[in-house]
C-alpha cells in the first residue's frame, strides 16, 4: 500500500510564500507521474501542478509562474513551492500519485489571509 504524506501547509498573508513536500513510501521515480491537487470548501478538486517520471512539468493557467513543483531525489519527495500566494489559492492541498493505480494523500491546509 503506497502512503502519500504531505507536509508545510499553514497561514501566509498575501504576497508570501510557502513550500508543500509530499513524501512517498516507495521511489517517486517508480510512478507514471506525481502531482499536487486543490480543494477549495464546496468547490471540485483541481491539478494545481504535475511531473511526469520523464520530469516533464503542467501547471493549471490560475498559477503558472507563481508555483513550480519539483523532485527532491535525496528525500523522496515532490515539492511544491509556492509564491505570490493570493487568497484564492486557500484549499486543501493534495498529494497524487499514478502508476497508474491512483494514490492520494491526506492534504494539508494552506490558507491565505490578512
Known amino acids: 500500500q503506497v502512503q502519500l504524506v504531505e507536509s508545510g501547509g499553514g497561514l501566509v498573508q498575501p504576497g508570501g510564500s510557502l513550500r508543500l513536500s509530499c513524501a512517498a513510501s516507495?521511489?517517486?521515480?517508480?510512478?507514471?507521474?506525481m502531482g499536487w491537487y486543490r480543494q477549495a470548501p464546496g468547490k471540485e478538486r483541481d491539478l494545481v501542478a504535475i511531473?511526469?517520471?520523464?520530469?516533464?512539468?503542467n501547471y493549471a493557467d490560475s498559477v503558472q509562474g507563481r508555483f513550480f513543483i519539483s523532485r527532491d531525489s535525496a528525500k523522496n519527495t515532490v515539492d511544491l513551492q509556492m509564491n505570490n500566494l493570493k487568497p484564492e489559492d486557500t484549499a486543501v492541498y493534495l498529494c497524487?500519485?499514478?502508476?497508474?493505480?491512483?494514490?492520494w494523500g491526506q492534504g494539508t491546509q494552506v490558507t491565505v489571509s490578512s
Open positions: 516507495r521511489s517517486i521515480f517508480s510512478f507514471t507521474d
Open positions: 511531473i511526469t517520471s520523464g520530469g516533464t512539468t
Open positions: 497524487n500519485a499514478n502508476d497508474p493505480i491512483t494514490y
